[in-house]
């Protein structure tokens, strides 16, 4: 039989409980440390499919900043959250863009939209124009 | 006088932000809301992680959304905004000298204002690493500026001393952009940041965190080439023999927030070393009447929330001010740390409201605890105290009538 333990700390309430479980061939036979039914189901959502929220950025063009926020409107895979972000790195916007346009219908396969965090209006003279120049230099 | 204003509130991070909308809700007629940088928002345009306005929203917004949600606001409302505006002076009968590339050099003479400046992070400097001094040592903050507004990765191996939110934000964000993050070192034998942050920023990538840690040299001629670290006693001592190197070209430091009260001090606002902040009453006027302070200028929050609380109550206290509804009222009490307490904000009280007490404990209790408020007798229950989690509780004006001498308030074990 394979027993194996586990620890996980419970991000559900600022409480934090600190929860060891083990497991015989990936199924829980006891949990310890939840001081409530919010920590089971945290465990067994993070045993099954661990879940997060990816906030980061894009490359936009002819707006003020480098970097457009970005973030998933719900939470995705822990496990795509790498390639999700090498995803996004292919990408490049133009200003303007709206808070809450999505960029990315369905990112990696999942039901998620990355959609912008913020709004950012057209400049005419972009003040963080690093890319311009490390291309100029190269041409 | 070039200006005239009812309410000044200066800065608009999230406590300048919701103070002015606030001050325009209470009937304040001309607010005027200075921001020395070219855009609203303060530091949340460079927050980009989730877990804004949890409390006050019951949504998880990013800072950039949770400043866009005030800065949609605030554009409804005849608020008058000036960006590129620094403030240079701010006199005790609240005149305000300013500067700004549009107005040059400019006075406004306000009723009342708001202090909502925010805090600066702690440079090496102020911790006294030994070392050469190569690039490649910055403020978490400022690297995520970089990474986040800029588009620049400070390194690639990265080493981070202080386990303070942002530390721990930013050991997340270098990971998933690429960098290796080595380990994160804190000298303290508990954690600074909350606790959901060491699991989703730590655990999750699998980053180290070193307790009882510090870094004790910097190498590198022109860049930093590593970092010796050590294991430190319980009087924060570096132990000889635990010293252990470790390459690296980037040292972030998470190293603690103060106050900026460079303004507040010129206008005759009395600070307290337990804030760093003003001495301000339940209404968050400070000693010169007037002059009202609000979020991280005021102390050093955990939750923007909380933030943004303090910014609405000092924005209604202010418009109420401005107005002239102002009573002096009775004399305040103070509000004293007792055992166990190492901050408490505010630290009077005057009778005019309900008491919104904000304690952070000296020492982490992982057992039930009781927050006491002597004389009075009132005990409030807690699971537990924690350094790194400010606990906040509200007490009624009824309950506090009866007062007469100082509030000290305590955390004992039950």
Redesign the interface.
């Known amino acids: 039989m394979n027993v194996e333990k586990k620890h996980f700390t419970c991000v559900i309430c600022p409480l934090g409980c600190e929860i060891d479980v083990e497991l015989q061939n990936g199924k829980v036979v006891s949990m310890e440390g939840n001081k409530c039914q919010k920590g089971e189901e945290f465990v067994s959502q993070e045993l099954e499919e661990a879940m997060r929220i990816l906030t980061t950025t894009v490359s936009i063009k002819g707006a003020k900043w480098a970097m457009l926020p970005v973030r998933t409107d719900k939470p995705i895979p822990k496990r795509l959250l790498s390639k999700v972000i090498e995803q996004l790195a292919t990408i490049e916007l133009h200003a303007p863009v709206r808070m809450y346009h999505v960029i990315v219908k369905g990112i990696a396969g999942t039901d998620a939209n990355v959609v912008a965090t913020r709004n950012m209006k057209k400049v005419n003279h972009p003040k963080n124009a690093k890319k311009d120049l490390i291309s100029r230099k190269e041409g | 006088m070039d200006v005239e204003a009812d309410v000044i509130v200066i800065g608009s991070g999230p406590a300048g932000l919701t103070a002015a909308l606030h001050a325009h809700e209470s009937g304040a007629r001309n607010v005027l809301l200075l921001e020395r940088e ?2 609203l928002g303060g530091i949340l ?1 460079q927050c ?3 877990g804004f306005g949890l409390e006050q929203f019951k949504k ?1 917004y ?4 949770y ?2 949600r005030l800065i949609e606001e605030l554009e409804k409302t005849n608020v008058q905004c000036f960006l590129n505006t620094m403030v240079v002076s701010l006199s005790p009968d609240r005149t305000i000298t300013a500067v700004s590339p549009e107005k040059g050099v400019f006075h406004i003479k306000s009723r009342s204002v708001v202090l909502a400046m925010g805090c600066r992070e702690r440079p090496r400097s102020s911790i006294n690493i030994p070392g050469t001094r190569p690039a490649g040592v910055y403020t978490a903050g400022v690297a995520q500026r970089f ?6 990765l400070p390194g690639k191996e990265v080493v981070i001393l202080g386990s303070g939110d942002i530390g721990l934000i930013m050991a997340r964000r270098l990971t ?2 690429g960098a290796r993050v080595k380990g994160v070192y804190e000298i303290m034998d508990y954690p600074g940041g ?3 942050n ?3 920023c730590l ?2 990538f699998d980053i180290p965190l070193y307790l009882s840690h510090t870094v004790t040299e910097i190498q590198g001629k022109e860049r930093v080439e590593g970092v010796v670290v050590s294991k430190v006693d319980q009087k924060m001592n570096s132990i000889s023999g635990s010293e252990q190197s470790i390459p690296c070209d980037t040292l972030l430091l998470s190293v603690g927030l103060i106050p900026e009260n460079e303004l507040s001090k010129e206008a005759g606002v009395e600070l307290t070393p337990i804030t760093k902040g003003p001495v301000t009453t339940e209404t968050m006027e400070t000693r010169v009447p007037g002059i009202f302070s609000c979020g991280n200028v005021s102390t050093v929050f955990d939750l923007v929330d909380y933030v943004a609380e303090t910014g609405m109550i000092a924005a209604g206290n202010a418009a109420r001010f401005a107005a002239g509804d102002w009573k002096k009222g009775r004399n305040p009490v103070e509000i004293i740390p007792g055992e166990n307490v190492r901050m408490l904000f505010p630290q009077r009280y005057s009778f005019k409201d309900d008491l919104i007490l904000f304690v952070r404990s000296a020492k982490p209790i992982e057992k039930p605890v009781n927050i006491e408020l002597s004389p009075l007798g009132m005990r409030l229950k807690r ?2 105290a924690r350094p790194n ?1 400010m606990i906040r509780f509200k007490v009624s004006r009824d309950k506090l009538k009866a007062v007469t001498g100082p509030i000290e308030v305590s955390i004992t074990e039950r």
């Not at chain 2, 990013?62 to 959304?65: F, I, V």
């Not at chain 2, 990474?147 to 620049?152: E, F, L, R, S």
């Open positions: 070219e855009e345009k980009i992680h989730n998880d990013t800072g950039p959304e400043a866009e990474v986040n507004i800029d588009g620049y998933l952009e909350l606790k959901r060491i699991v989703q655990n999750d699971l537990y989690e």
